[in-house]
């Protein structure tokens, strides 16, 4: 009697299954480390334009003060709330910057990136009249839950400004609520949102 092997053919149900399952695995694997590639670099991302705007407008501050006391201009420094223009004397911008644009996620709108805010010290005791300053880069993406992305702190002196010449104002209207905000969590007491200068 002749035995008739037959080859086997195809996979079993198990081996089959078994085969399914490892694809999910590699495949929900790769979704995973592709999304988490994709939020890394837009956190990176992120996190440099912030920093840039942020020296962009400490140092556009500190060009024009030092430039408005040297030549003995009177000039208000701060940031407007509408659009975080950087002003100088009478309003007029110290520059514009052209923002990235993107559309916020409560509102739908389409928004500028960043809403950025300028406070400003000085110590009415301090003969040198040394000008502290802060400024804050607000994720405008996520607004009204502010994400402040960036707080830049420094600080400038011009010589021969004697005591009384700067004084800060904080006559600021915010119907956005930024300001409040900030004050209510940075510890801004005492800081002002502009500051003047009067050479006279």
Not at 34 to 40: E, G, L, Q, V
């Amino acid at each position: 009697m002749r035995r008739i092997h037959r080859n086997k053919r195809g996979f079993t149900l198990v081996e089959m299954m078994l085969a399914l399952a490892i694809i999910t695995i590699i495949g929900w694997t790769t979704v995973a480390l592709m999304m988490a590639t994709k939020d890394s670099f837009m956190t990176t991302y992120n996190t440099n334009d912030s920093s840039d705007y942020a020296m962009l407008y400490a140092n556009g501050f500190e060009n024009s003060f030092l430039a408005h006391s040297q030549n003995k201009t009177a000039g208000t420094f701060g940031t407007r709330p509408a659009d975080s223009i950087l002003e100088d004397v009478a309003g007029h911008a110290v520059f514009t910057p052209r923002q990235m644009q993107t559309t916020n996620v409560n509102t739908g709108h389409v928004v500028d990136k960043w809403i950025i805010r300028s406070y400003f010290y000085v110590d009415p005791t301090d003969a040198s009249q040394t000008v502290k300053y802060k400024f804050f880069v607000i994720d405008n993406y996520y607004s009204p839950t502010w994400k402040v992305m960036n707080v830049y702190e420094g600080s400038v002196w011009a010589p021969h400004i004697g005591v009384g010449k700067l004084t800060l104002s904080s006559a600021y209207t915010d119907p956005q609520g930024v300001d409040t905000y900030l004050r209510a969590n940075y510890n801004l007491t005492g800081w002002g949102n502009y500051i003047i200068y009067k050479p006279t």
